[in-house]
């Protein structure tokens, strides 16, 4: 049985940063897309960004491009988000997200396309 376990959420000051993490155990996820999203309270929920497993190849939502790092540690079956210079429009609760079934770049940023989720973990920035 597949599972991601999401850690590392809080609060924080604007400009500040955070790193969550996903721990994936169940499987093995060689061929797997691995991403992020992200639900504020009365919006839908948003990719941040994806990674793939093995190759670690990565999209990012045009929003947090430039500020948000995602990563992969294959030995430690956890997938990163390194948030930085939050804004209050980063408040959200963050979710990771498998995939077995993305083999196109523009399918990474698609919540459907993903089989399996965590619970997810508050983020929240003051201004």
């Known amino acids: 049985q597949v599972q991601l376990v999401e850690s590392g959420g809080g609060l924080v000051q604007a400009g500040g940063s955070l790193r969550l993490s996903c721990v994936a155990s169940g499987r093995t996820f060689s061929t797997w897309v691995m991403g992020w999203f992200r639900q504020a309270p009365g919006k839908e929920r948003e990719f941040v960004a994806a990674?793939?497993?093995?190759?670690?190849?990565?999209y990012y939502a045009d929003s947090v491009k430039g500020r948000f790092t995602i990563s992969r540690d294959g030995a430690k079956m956890t997938v990163y988000l390194q948030m930085n210079s939050l804004n209050p429009e980063d408040t959200a609760v963050y979710s990771c997200a498998g995939s077995q079934g993305i083999s196109s770049g523009w399918q990474y940023a698609l919540k459907t396309m993903y089989n399996y989720w965590g619970q997810g973990t508050q983020v929240t920035v003051s201004s």
């Open positions: 990674i793939s497993w093995s190759a670690g190849r990565t």
